[in-house]
């Protein structure tokens, strides 16, 4: 006996509906392909709902200069440790520079673009890049975008500038790519700030090269001088070989949260070990200093009141105390 078996349906047997006779088409009713009447269209995109792509600016359509500039110091900003706030601080004390009248160019030497994106600069958009300039021997002034913000011009980076550093092995001078691009814009500028990578790559080497001056971003935590002796090494093999006016601008100390016992402690320490090159200004660490790169904006323009946009116009200020 079946397991079926013996159980009966629940469902009724409903009679079958009786089929139609099937009506046969003739050969008289079938069109033809080849007969039938094709109709063009003209098909229009709708531009209601699309959005409108200005194209970026060039360095011709920069504003006119007001004031008379003299010696440009051209300072990377450089730690090979990363997450010390080394972007963060590229795009704000550029943007607090020019707030306070002077000229700035800020040269984004990080593949990952973060100064590019973090001043609202769409990659997609952008026709060549510092690569572009490494590489491609495309002249600086084609790849500026002016104006950014008051004062402030961008040299942006893409994903290009992944591959810079085993396409520059094999390059002729390569440790003078940028040195020559960027020498070309003294005297247009106040300052030209290049954000490095958090490497000891040849894009760093480079931005030793280039630069006047280094300055030196450090988080108030643990191991806060963690690879800082590494840097300093390379710094004196490029002082020592490529670039002899090579020094130490500055340390500024970041992510300062007086609440902690460690952060005093650190800001103790690297007084200690640097000495009087260390800034006086703390940047603490603020909530808003985290958002402002989300929407575009440098901290002067996101949160103008706040501690974080305080703490970078001293630091600017600074900075122009210096010389």
Same mark, same amino acid.
């Given at each position: 006996m079946g397991i079926f078996d013996g159980k009966r349906s629940t469902k009724r047997d409903t009679p079958s509906k009786p089929i139609p006779p099937e &009506?046969? *088409?003739? =050969?008289?009713?079938?069109? &033809?392909? &080849?007969?039938a009447e094709v109709i063009m269209r003209d098909i229009k995109p709708s531009l209601e709902n699309q959005a409108v792509v200005t194209p970026l600016r060039g360095y011709k359509d920069k504003k006119p200069v007001t004031h008379v500039i003299g010696s440009t110091k051209i300072i990377a900003i %450089?730690?090979?440790? /990363?997450?010390? /706030?080394k972007s963060t601080t590229a795009i704000n004390l550029a943007a607090a520079l020019g707030s306070l009248g002077k000229q700035v160019l800020l040269v984004d030497l990080d593949p990952q673009g973060n100064s590019s994106s973090g001043l609202g600069i769409e990659k997609n958009e952008v026709e060549y890049c510092i690569y572009d300039v490494l590489l491609n021997d495309v002249p600086i002034e084609e790849v500026i975008i002016p104006d950014v913000y008051e004062g402030l011009d961008v040299v942006p980076a893409t994903i290009n500038l992944a591959g810079a550093e085993v396409e520059l092995v094999s390059e002729m001078?390569? &440790?003078?790519? $940028?040195?020559?691009?960027v020498g070309s814009?003294?005297?247009? =500028?106040? =300052? %030209?700030? %290049?954000?490095? !990578? !958090? *490497?000891? /790559? $040849? $894009?760093? %080497?480079?931005?030793?090269?280039?630069a006047d001056k280094l300055l030196i971003p450090i988080q108030c935590e643990f191991y806060a001088l963690e690879g800082v002796t590494k840097l300093l090494e390379s710094m004196k093999r490029v002082k020592t070989r490529l670039n002899p006016t090579l020094d130490i601008y500055g340390v500024l100390l970041t992510m300062y949260d007086s609440r902690t016992t460690l952060s005093k402690q650190v800001v103790d320490e690297v007084r200690n070990y640097f000495g009087r090159v260390v800034f006086d200004t703390l940047i603490p660490r603020t909530v808003k200093l985290s958002e402002a790169p989300s929407y575009g904006m440098p901290i002067t323009e996101y949160d103008p009141q706040g501690r974080g946009s305080i703490s970078y116009t001293e630091l600017a200020k600074e900075v122009i105390a210096r010389g």
């Amino acid at each position: 006996m079946g397991i079926f078996d013996g159980k009966r349906s629940t469902k009724r047997d409903t009679p079958s509906k009786p089929i139609p006779p099937e &009506e046969h *088409s003739t =050969y008289d009713d079938v069109v &033809e392909v &080849e007969s039938a009447e094709v109709i063009m269209r003209d098909i229009k995109p709708s531009l209601e709902n699309q959005a409108v792509v200005t194209p970026l600016r060039g360095y011709k359509d920069k504003k006119p200069v007001t004031h008379v500039i003299g010696s440009t110091k051209i300072i990377a900003i %450089i730690n090979q440790k /990363g997450g010390v /706030g080394k972007s963060t601080t590229a795009i704000n004390l550029a943007a607090a520079l020019g707030s306070l009248g002077k000229q700035v160019l800020l040269v984004d030497l990080d593949p990952q673009g973060n100064s590019s994106s973090g001043l609202g600069i769409e990659k997609n958009e952008v026709e060549y890049c510092i690569y572009d300039v490494l590489l491609n021997d495309v002249p600086i002034e084609e790849v500026i975008i002016p104006d950014v913000y008051e004062g402030l011009d961008v040299v942006p980076a893409t994903i290009n500038l992944a591959g810079a550093e085993v396409e520059l092995v094999s390059e002729m001078a390569r &440790e003078n790519r $940028l040195k020559d691009a960027v020498g070309s814009m003294r005297g247009r =500028y106040d =300052y %030209i700030l %290049i954000d490095c !990578p !958090p *490497s000891l /790559g $040849l $894009l760093t %080497i480079n931005a030793l090269v280039a630069a006047d001056k280094l300055l030196i971003p450090i988080q108030c935590e643990f191991y806060a001088l963690e690879g800082v002796t590494k840097l300093l090494e390379s710094m004196k093999r490029v002082k020592t070989r490529l670039n002899p006016t090579l020094d130490i601008y500055g340390v500024l100390l970041t992510m300062y949260d007086s609440r902690t016992t460690l952060s005093k402690q650190v800001v103790d320490e690297v007084r200690n070990y640097f000495g009087r090159v260390v800034f006086d200004t703390l940047i603490p660490r603020t909530v808003k200093l985290s958002e402002a790169p989300s929407y575009g904006m440098p901290i002067t323009e996101y949160d103008p009141q706040g501690r974080g946009s305080i703490s970078y116009t001293e630091l600017a200020k600074e900075v122009i105390a210096r010389g």
